[in-house]
């Protein structure tokens, strides 16, 4: 029960301590929440949901300009044509006639899950490979990290767009793509990490005790490093919705009936960028906030999580360096007019 | 130096045989869809080709490990094979584009540490001034922007605005250096974006961090003023994580380089291996990637040599 | 009643719940206002609602800046005199970096090249016989009664290109003579002038040019082809066959000269004189050409200078350089620009300052159905597909075709090569119209009350957005459209022909266009194309139709039997045609002249049009 409250305390502590003095990352956190929440509820929260897993076209309403900018006599003309597709497109439609908003919030969800998934299983790829490495030692560790060493020599951009056209388009193709070559790199940190704990008095008691490599692996090490994996998760989410809307551009990503905000960049707003702006600009801003939100999350998480990579905290200012440069002077005009009246010794 | 540079240069050797292996393992994932390639090529003109036939020509029907060394001896020899849809070796193709990403590569890096270094100091010379946070806020920016959306916007608005696209035919630099420049700026700029807004908040960290140091604090007791401090003191100590970070970027720059050239239209590799992967041409691939590999290696040789100048007290051996 | 109350409620509660969520957006979108202002206002003009008729293609026949060609072409009156010099700048689709004569004639970019024929300028859509040719080497031909041989008499003023460097300059700029011609096709065929085997390359020149038996020559100007056939069909082919003529001086090079662009030479009006990778090529012009402009007969062919054919790879890179004026034509054996973005491009650029030229024949994006598969095997499954798909809904509002003139009046078109589009479409019109009840019944019918859910495979030149229209309108009446994209288009044929595959593929509606493929894989190889439901009489009769269609002895007989396998094959609905044409359209800017919207992408009769072209700022 105490255990419990410690750990609820140390909580709140953690999350106090990130708005008050990360604010840009509590900032963050709660863009990523907001976009969690999107992806949950996409359904209710759409106005034209999905049916049967399509997003609903209405070519008859192609194009069509955002509600919200239109003048009163459109908007007054969009009500009277509306069909029972609807007619009301808060943020426009594409060329096919599918809803912006709706889109878009579906869109959040592939970038959620994406997310999600990728973090998940390049977090336990690279533990898997940095702890092994770095406990098993020896040979296995030269062998392993000099593959680590060529492969992050491969531009991650390449490997992407190797394994997609090789594997194919598709979300699970991209979650694999994209979350195995960031785990084999996330390897790295991991096992210096590791090789800093196995060091330690308490792992050669371990050792002394009996305990295998597995039991070591799960039971000290992991617990030790937790916080630099959590860290690492966290700085890999910028990276994946970039990385993700990137492919997309190059179309080399999901399928085309899957929503996605880099698709719909490519696919439509590149296509209609002078007569329906709304389609380049809403999903570059969703994409633009989601990337600032995981990296001011990433960067205030890091901060707080591990010390030791803190950077650019200390304060410093020209005025107070110029005040204490002025009195350092005057300490020492001082100190001169003393030595000149021979009041100090040694002179 | 001159012995450390061997050295280096003699590692790369071991470090190019593994990143054969793994370029190799990676396109063998999916066998036999090269020979695919190849007799759909012939039957889409009327030729009819044996499959098995095929698969001897490019060696593929003999087990990996011979498909291997076969293939590595060559690319140990500087033959990459043969392009299957142009009519050119792999060798002579990238020896053309590989100058056209290396400029690409070589502007953007120039463009983005001239515009984040100065930034990035006077950020930190007048932290938490207004204009300090309007930086640090662009910074900011630029990291989260996808750099093909304002790419693609840069590329299409100005044109119907204005008239102006950037040339879409290339020329070399020697040819027509203007030309060619007014091809690469915008592009390298493009990319650099991103680049500028990780550079400018290392260098602002970096440098506030130095000026915590007591030898700053010393130069400052001495009555130094402000520029020597930070020009003579802050900066070259500040630029040493600064350079390992943009050498370590430039594997991420290469990404940003293969939007911009099939963007923009810049015949370099980054269009190339796009082109390659898309018609399955996998000798041109592995080529890319190989090339593209050692790139990233060479790039990151030259930062160590950086590394070492700017840092004195880093130990080469 | 109260139910459909709560619903209403529901649709509020998620309007006001889409209303919050947009407002942020909204608030973002405002806050980039200042650098997409300028975008926000071109919209209000453009596309403020759809029904206008404010973009593309849809303006093409109103509007005066676009001059609208279908098949028949229009030639202004007021294009001046030609003059000489300048420049142009063409967008290409593809670079091969081959320079061989014995290339194929799908590498159409052979502007140096010349065969004794040439596809006519005045050439446009159909099929392609050799009333559509016109003499190029050749003077004047005779065909003997029994279609057996051909005399051919040659120009005596034909050069082959004089190179300044003379490392390059294989020919010295001489004469073309009858030998060259016979040794030219003896070298593809392997029967003389020294050859025993066909020259090797990547094409089957012995299997296209099957009728040849033998070439004579006189040595000065006349040669005579032997046929082993005794068929106007044979004729026909042989001469719409276009064969670049080189000399023996070209085999005297090795293997790595002949791969070299400076020493790619032939008789055209353009010499090739830089190759840049897979990007541009550049010509110039061939000061020793003979042509003359048939319009004014006094005048030495070619007008321009230099032409420099540009591959851009991304449609907004090519849409910006036609915007800037750097590009001077956009086109391609398949559209360039998505139809928004010849909307854009109607909406962002000064009337006048291009020309646009619309065809409405090319074979419509279809869904290949695998017919040997349930449920497609039924033939009510397919016309329910048919009939869940609103054509008419698609060209109006998603090609923007709203006057009658470019939408055939029916629900579908086969490419018109052979059929009799207009009469064939409203015979079938409506029967087969946008009915998604009827879809429903007859589903029902066919045991699928529930519908079904199969798998498409996009090839990657596919109009995506036209298939994720289709899903929707096949959603409608409970069919689950899944969608995969083919990383090539090797993948699409895989899919198609794999009998172990269930995937339908994306593709064109319109028997002809694929009549090869099919008689390679159904008729000949049997293999499982996947089309065709095989055991039905239709398939019977469509088989005996390609059978016509290949053994035909002339071009009337071809042609009937061409008809016969297009009116066929729409009608058992082996495919769903998802439009009624695809409207392609090719631009031009307003200062190129001599142009009168003739397909110059078609094979290799570019050079001949390019070279009655001139441009307005020569010096």
């Known amino acids: ?347 | 130096m001159v012995k450390y540079i061997i050295k280096r240069v003699l590692l790369l050797i071991p470090a190019v045989l593994l990143v054969c292996i793994t370029v190799f393992l990676l396109m063998r994932l999916i066998p036999g869809s090269a020979v695919d390639a190849i007799v759909y090529k012939y039957s889409s003109i009327g030729v009819e080709v044996d499959e098995d036939a095929v698969r001897a020509q490019l060696g593929l029907d003999k087990p990996a490990a011979i498909q291997f060394f076969v293939w590595f001896k060559d690319v140990i020899q500087g033959n990459l094979g043969d392009s299957l849809f142009q009519n050119k070796s792999v060798h002579s193709i990238l020896a053309a584009e590989l100058p056209v990403t290396f400029e690409l590569g070589i502007i953007t890096i120039i463009l983005s540490t001239v515009i984040s270094i100065p930034l990035g100091l006077l950020c930190a010379a007048r932290q938490d001034s207004g204009l300090d946070i309007i930086l640090r806020v662009i910074a900011i920016i630029f990291l989260s922007i996808p750099v093909f959306w304002i790419a693609t916007m840069v590329l299409v608005y100005p044109a119907a605005w204005w008239g102006y696209a950037p040339p879409a035919d290339y020329v070399g630099f020697l040819e027509n250096p203007w030309k060619n420049l007014q091809m690469f700026l915008i592009p390298a700029l493009l990319s650099a974006l991103g680049q500028v807004g990780m550079q400018m908040r290392l260098v602002r960290t970096q440098t506030l961090e130095v000026m915590r140091q007591d030898y700053v604090r010393t130069a400052w007791s001495k009555g130094l003023n402000e520029r020597t401090v930070l020009f003579g003191y802050a900066f070259r100590n500040s630029m040493i994580p600064t350079i390992t970070m943009i050498g370590g970027s430039v594997s991420s720059l290469i990404g940003g380089s293969v939007i911009m050239e099939n963007l923009f239209n810049i015949p370099g590799i980054g269009k190339e291996v796009v082109a390659a992967l898309s018609s399955r041409d996998y000798p041109l691939v592995q080529g890319c990637v190989i090339i593209f590999a050692i790139y990233v290696m060479v790039i990151n040789l030259v930062v160590d040599i950086c590394y070492k100048w700017a840092d004195p007290r880093v130990s080469l051996e | 009643m109260k139910g459909m109350e709560e619903k209403n409620m529901g649709k509020h509660l998620k309007k006001y719940l889409a209303m919050a969520l947009s407002v942020v957006m909204a608030a973002s979108l405002a806050a980039c206002g200042g650098s997409t202002g300028g975008a926000g206002t071109a919209s209000s003009n453009a596309s403020g609602n759809t029904s206008a008729t404010a973009s593309g293609t849809a303006s093409a026949g109103t509007d005066s800046n676009v001059t609208q060609v279908g098949s028949e072409l229009v030639k202004p009156e007021n294009e001046g005199d030609p003059v000489y010099g300048g420049e142009l700048t063409m967008y290409y689709h593809e670079f091969y970096n081959i320079y061989v004569p014995e290339m194929p004639t799908s590498y159409g970019y052979a502007m140096w090249m010349e065969g004794l024929w040439s596809v006519s300028p005045d050439f446009t859509d159909g099929m392609l016989t050799q009333d559509d040719m016109v003499g190029q080497i050749a003077d004047s031909w005779e065909t003997s009664d029994d279609y057996s041989t051909l005399t051919v008499k040659i120009r005596d003023d034909v050069h082959f290109q004089k190179k300044e460097d003379e490392e390059y300059d294989i020919y010295g700029g001489r004469l073309v003579t009858a030998d060259d011609v016979k040794y030219t096709y003896d070298r593809l065929l392997g029967i003389g002038s020294g050859w025993d085997e066909p020259v090797e390359c990547e094409m089957n020149w012995p299997r296209e040019l099957y009728m040849v038996d033998s070439v004579d020559s006189d040595g000065a100007q006349t040669v005579t082809f032997h046929f082993n056939t005794n068929s106007e069909v044979a004729v026909s082919n042989f001469i719409c066959t276009v064969i670049n003529i080189c000399g023996p001086e070209w085999d005297e090079l090795t293997a790595d000269q002949q791969a070299d662009f400076h020493y790619a030479n032939g008789t055209g009006p353009y010499i090739l004189t830089d190759v840049n990778g897979t990007s541009s090529m550049t010509y110039e012009k061939n000061p020793d050409y003979y042509g003359t402009d048939p319009n004014h007969p006094e005048n030495q062919l070619p007008y321009i200078d230099t032409v420099k054919l540009i591959h851009i790879d991304d449609s907004s890179d090519i849409l910006a350089q036609f915007l800037s004026g750097s590009l001077d034509w956009i086109g391609g054996t398949s559209d360039v620009l998505s139809a928004s973005e010849k909307a854009q491009l109607a909406s962002s650029m000064e009337p006048g300052s291009y020309k646009g030229y619309s065809y409405k024949s090319a074979a419509p994006a279809a869904i290949q159905l695998k017919c040997n598969e349930e449920p497609f095997s039924d033939k009510n499954v397919r016309i329910a597909m048919q009939k869940a798909i609103n054509i008419d809904e698609i060209m109006t509002s998603y090609y923007k075709q709203t006057d009658g003139d470019n939408q055939i009046p029916g629900i579908w078109v086969v490419n018109s090569d052979f059929s009799d589009v207009d009469n064939w479409a409203v015979k079938l019109a409506d029967e087969y119209s946008y009915d998604p009840e009827g879809a429903k019944e007859l589903l029902k019918e066919a045991g699928y009350p529930d519908g079904f859910e199969f798998t498409i495979t996009l090839a990657p030149n596919a109009d995506t957005n036209l298939y994720v229209l289709a899903q929707s309108y096949l959603a409608a009446v409970g069919i689950k459209m899944n969608i995969e994209n083919a990383s090539d288009i090797m993948e699409t044929i895989s899919v198609s022909t794999d009998p172990d595959n269930p995937n339908c593929v994306s593709g064109t509606h319109g028997g002809k266009n694929n009549s090869a493929i099919i008689k390679m894989t159904t008729l000949e190889g049997g293999a499982n194309y996947g089309y065709f439901a095989q055991d039905t009489d239709e398939y019977a009769d469509y088989a005996a139709a390609v059978d016509a269609f290949d053994t035909a002895k002339t071009l009337d007989d071809q042609v009937a039997a061409g008809k016969e396998m297009d009116d066929l094959f729409a009608e058992a609905h082996w495919s769903i045609a998802l439009a009624a044409t695809n409207p392609q359209t090719e631009y031009m800017s307003s200062r190129v002249h001599g142009y009168y919207g003739q397909r110059i992408v078609n094979n290799q009769e570019r050079r001949s049009l390019v070279s009655l072209m001139w441009v307005d700022d020569a010096e």
């Not at chain 1, 969690?36 to 209405?58: E, K, R």
């Open chain 1, 1 to 347: 029960m105490k255990e419990k409250n410690r750990l609820r305390r140390k909580r709140f502590i953690f999350f106090r301590e990130l708005f008050k003095k990360k604010t840009v990352g509590g900032i963050g956190l709660a863009i990523l929440v907001f976009f969690i929440l999107v992806a949950i509820f996409a359904d209710v929260l759409a106005p034209y949901p999905m049916q049967m897993g399509v997003m609903q076209a209405d070519v008859l309403h192609s194009l069509q300009k955002p509600y919200i900018f239109m003048t009163a006599a459109e908007k007054q003309e969009a009500v009277m044509t509306a069909t029972s597709l609807g007619g009301i497109h808060l943020l426009g439609t594409d060329s096919m006639g599918r809803d912006t908003l709706s889109y878009i919030i579906y869109g959040a969800r592939t970038s959620v899950i994406l997310c999600l998934c990728c973090m998940v299983l390049s977090a336990v790829v690279s533990v898997i490979i940095g702890t092994t490495s770095a406990t098993v030692g020896g040979w296995f560790d030269l062998v392993v990290q000099r593959l680590v060493d060529s492969w992050l020599c491969i531009p991650s951009m390449l490997v992407l767009l190797m394994l997609m056209s090789m594997l194919g388009h598709g979300m699970l193709q991209m979650i694999f793509a994209l979350s195995v070559p960031s785990g084999i790199a996330g390897s790295r940190i991991i096992r210096s990490a590791t090789i800093a704990v196995k060091d330690s008095g308490y792992m050669k008691n371990c050792t002394l005790l009996g305990g295998g490599t597995w039991w070591k692996i799960v039971h000290h090490i992991i617990p030790n490093i937790l916080p630099l994996i959590i860290t690492n998760m966290a700085g890999s989410l910028g990276s994946v919705v970039l990385m993700e809307a990137s492919i997309s551009f190059l179309g080399f990503g999901v399928d085309p009936s899957t929503p996605s905000w880099g698709y719909l960049i490519a696919q439509e707003g590149k296509a209609n960028m002078f007569i329906a702006p709304w389609l380049c600009i809403t999903p570059g801003i969703c994409i633009s906030l989601m990337v600032f939100g995981a990296n001011m999350f990433g960067d205030a998480l890091r901060d707080l999580l591990d010390p030791r990579l803190k950077g650019g905290v200390g304060t410093f200012s020209i005025k107070k360096m110029k005040k204490l440069a002025q009195k350092q002077l005057k300490k020492m005009e001082k100190f001169r007019a003393k030595q000149a009246k021979g009041k100090v010794a040694g002179a």
